[in-house]
C-alpha cells in the first residue's frame, strides 16, 4: 500500500477509485499523477493500492485518497466493496484494446448497481494514446460513448504524462460542484466525505 | 491503518541498516538504495541468513530455472509423472496469460528483495524470452488442464517459484497438486457471482482467528487483511515472505496437503509485525508459530465456534447480497473441510 506524505491542511478529503480492464494502465495513471513516475513493467495489481495526493481546485485544498483497484474480471466483487464512499470515480480503458473499450458498458453498469450514481463523478480515460501505431480505438469511438453517457472524456498516455491531471483536475473540480451544492442542500450529511477545515487548524494552534 | 504498516516496514528497514555485513555477490537487478552495483553490497543479518540459506539450498538441491531440482520430491514424492491430457485453451485464458508474462508483468526484478535475488539467480544466463515463454506453457497447461479453476493473477508467481524447483513439467505437476489437493475448494473460484469465493471464505476464517485470539490492533489487522488480502493470499505469501520461510512453508504445505501453514505464516508474520520486529528469516519458523496462540487446538476450538457462530458471522459478509446463500454453504463446506484436515492431521 502507498501514501503520500503530506502535512498540509485540507478543505475536503475525497475518495477516488480508478478501475477499468486489466493492463489498460490503471496504476500507472496513478504514478504519474501522484509520484510523476512512468514504468514500463509493474506487477499485476491485486486486490487493492492506494495513494493520496491533494490538489488546489478553485482555491480549495482538494485531498484525494485515489484507490487503484484490480483490474481482472475475477476480482470483480472485490473491486465493487471499494466502491462505497466513492465519490470519483476514474474509468479506463486502453485504445489499445478493443475489448476494454467494450468492456465500459459493463462497468458503467457496475458503478449504478453498486453507487449512488447521482452522487459520484465520473470520468472516461482512453489510456496508451501515446501507442498509435496499435491503436484500435479511435478518439471519435471514446467520445461518442462518453457523449451517450454524458461523461467527460480524456485521452490519455501515462507514458507521456498527456491529460493525467486534466482527468483529476475536471473531476476534482465536479466533486467539489457536487459537494457545494450537496452542502446548500443540507444534504451533506448522505455523503462520506469529511470536512475538517476546523479540526485541523484547531490542531496547529495547539501548544506545540 | 498504512500509516501503521508503514511505519512497522520503515522500522524493519532500518534495523535492516543498522547490522550491516558484507554480500558476495547480487544478482538482482538493484533497487534504489544501491548506489555502486559493481562493489559488494551490505545487508543486514536478517538478508545475509537468508542468503546463506538460498545460496545453500541452491548448491544441495541442484536448483536451477526449468531444471528439476532435487527439492521436487519434498514437493511430489518420488513417483513418475506422465501429462496425460492436452485440451485446448480458451482465447481469453490465453490473452489474459499473455498480458500478465509477455508484458513483463512477471520478470524477476519486480519480485520483493529476498525471492528477486533467488529467482534472478536460478534464471541466470537466460534470455528473458525464454524464461517468459517457460512460465507461458506451465500457466497455460495448467489451466487448460484446470479449466474450472482457470487462470487468475498471482498464479504467475506461483509458476515462477515452482519453475525454480522444477522443469516444466514438474512445475506443472507442483501446480496441479497444489490445487487440487491443498488450496481450499473454490478459493480461485472463477464463477460469474461467487468469485474467489474460497479466498472470502479463508479471509473470513482469518480475520475470527485474529479477533478471538485478541491479536494486538486486532481491529487494524482486519482491516488490512481485508484489504491486503488478495496479494498476501492469493500469492500464497509469496510477495510476503522471504525465499527461506516461503518454501519451509510450502514444504510443510505439501508435507501436510494442508493450506494451514499458509494462514500460520500470515498470522504469525502479522502477529509479530504488530508485536515488535521478530527475526522473520528464521527457517523453522513453523515451528515458532506453533509456540504462538495459533495453535492447532486453538484453531480446532476456533472452528467449532465458527460453526456453532456460522450464521452470526455470516452477518459480518460484505458481498454483494446476490448468491449470498450459495456463498454461505460454500463457507461452512470449507469450515468443514478444515476440520476434516486437522482431523487427518
Given amino acids: 500500500m502507498s501514501r503520500q506524505a503530506n502535512s498540509q491542511d485540507y478543505d475536503w478529503l475525497v475518495k477516488v477509485i480508478v478501475i477499468g480492464d486489466s493492463g489498460v494502465g490503471k496504476t500507472n495513471i496513478l504514478s504519474q499523477f501522484c509520484d510523476a513516475k512512468?514504468?514500463?513493467?509493474?506487477?499485476?495489481?491485486?486486490?487493492v493500492d492506494f495513494k493520496i495526493k491533494t490538489i488546489d481546485v478553485d482555491g480549495k485544498k482538494l485531498k484525494l485518497q485515489i484507490w487503484d483497484t484490480a483490474g481482472q474480471e475475477r476480482f470483480r466483487n472485490i473491486t465493487k466493496t471499494y466502491y462505497k464512499g466513492a465519490q470519483g470515480v476514474i474509468l479506463t480503458y486502453s485504445v489499445i484494446d478493443r475489448q476494454s473499450f467494450q468492456n465500459v458498458d459493463g462497468w458503467l453498469r457496475s458503478i449504478q448497481e453498486?453507487?449512488?450514481s447521482n452522487d459520484v463523478q465520473l470520468v472516461l480515460v482512453g489510456n496508451k494514446?501515446?501507442?498509435?501505431?496499435?491503436?484500435?480505438?479511435?478518439?471519435?469511438?471514446?467520445?461518442k460513448l462518453s457523449q451517450q453517457y454524458n461523461i467527460p472524456f480524456f485521452e490519455t498516455s501515462a507514458k507521456s504524462n498527456m491529460n493525467i491531471n486534466e482527468s483529476f483536475h475536471n473531476l476534482a473540480q465536479r466533486i467539489i460542484s457536487t459537494l457545494c451544492k450537496m452542502q446548500a442542500n443540507d444534504d451533506a450529511p448522505k455523503l462520506n466525505l469529511k470536512q475538517t477545515e476546523g479540526k485541523e487548524k484547531t490542531k496547529a494552534d495547539g501548544c506545540c | 491503518m498504512s500509516d501503521v504498516f508503514e511505519e512497522l516496514v520503515q522500522k524493519m528497514s532500518l534495523k535492516c541498516l543498522l547490522i550491516l555485513q558484507l554480500l558476495s555477490q547480487l544478482y538482482a537487478i538493484p533497487n534504489k538504495m544501491v548506489q555502486d552495483f559493481e562493489k559488494p553490497q551490505r545487508v543486514c543479518d536478517y538478508c545475509y541468513r537468508d542468503y546463506l540459506y538460498y545460496q545453500c539450498l541452491i548448491k544441495e538441491q541442484r536448483i536451477q530455472w526449468n531444471t528439476k531440482s532435487l527439492l521436487l520430491c519434498k514437493f511430489l514424492g518420488?513417483?513418475?509423472?506422465?501429462?496425460?491430457?492436452q485440451q485446448p485453451l480458451e482465447l481469453?485464458?490465453?490473452?489474459?496469460?499473455?498480458k500478465d508474462i509477455l508484458n513483463g508483468r512477471s520478470d524477476s526484478h519486480l519480485l520483493n528483495y529476498s525471492i528477486r535475488e533467488f529467482v534472478t539467480q536460478c534464471q541466470q544466463g537466460l534470455k528473458i524470452e525464454q524464461i517468459r515463454n517457460s512460465i507461458m506453457r506451465v500457466l497455460e497447461l495448467f489451466v487448460a488442464n484446470n479449466p474450472t479453476i482457470g487462470y487468475c493473477q498471482g498464479m504467475n508467481l506461483i509458476a515462477i517459484i515452482c519453475l525454480c524447483l522444477a522443469d516444466e513439467e514438474g512445475a506443472f505437476h507442483i501446480m496441479d497438486q497444489l490445487f487440487s489437493t491443498i488450496v481450499p475448494q473454490r478459493f480461485y473460484s472463477s464463477s460469474s457471482g461467487?468469485?474467489?469465493?474460497g479466498y472470502y471464505a479463508e479471509v473470513y476464517f482469518l480475520q475470527e482467528i485474529i479477533q478471538i485470539n485478541k491479536f494486538k490492533d486486532w481491529q487494524i489487522l482486519m482491516q488490512f487483511i481485508e484489504l491486503q488480502g488478495p496479494s498476501l493470499l492469493l500469492t500464497l505469501m509469496i510477495q510476503v515472505l522471504n525465499i527461506s520461510s516461503l518454501l519451509v512453508t510450502w514444504i510443510q504445505m505439501f508435507q501436510i496437503q494442508s493450506f494451514i501453514p499458509i494462514d500460520k505464516a500470515l498470522l504469525y508474520t502479522l502477529q509479530t509485525a504488530t508485536l515488535k520486529n521478530i527475526d522473520l528469516m528464521v527457517q523453522f519458523i513453523l515451528n515458532n508459530i506453533t509456540q504462538k496462540q495459533v495453535a492447532l487446538g486453538q484453531i480446532m476450538i476456533l472452528i467449532s465456534s465458527i460453526n456453532q457462530k456460522k450464521s452470526q458471522?455470516?452477518?459480518?459478509?460484505?458481498?454483494?447480497?446476490?448468491?449470498?446463500?450459495?456463498k454461505r454453504i460454500a463457507q461452512i463446506q470449507i469450515k468443514m473441510q478444515y476440520i476434516n484436515n486437522i482431523n487427518k492431521e
Fill in chain 1, 38 to 47: 512512468f514504468s514500463i513493467t509493474h506487477m499485476a495489481t491485486l486486490g
Fill in chain 1, 114 to 116: 453498486n453507487t449512488n
Fill in chain 2, 92 to 98: 481469453s485464458e490465453k490473452q489474459n496469460i499473455e
Fill in chain 2, 194 to 197: 461467487a468469485y474467489l469465493i
Fill in chain 2, 78 to 85: 518420488e513417483q513418475k509423472r506422465i501429462i496425460k491430457i
Fill in chain 2, 313 to 326: 458471522i455470516l452477518k459480518l459478509t460484505k458481498l454483494p447480497p446476490y448468491k449470498q446463500i450459495l
Fill in chain 1, 129 to 143: 494514446a501515446d501507442m498509435s501505431a496499435e491503436r484500435q480505438v479511435t478518439m471519435e469511438e471514446g467520445q
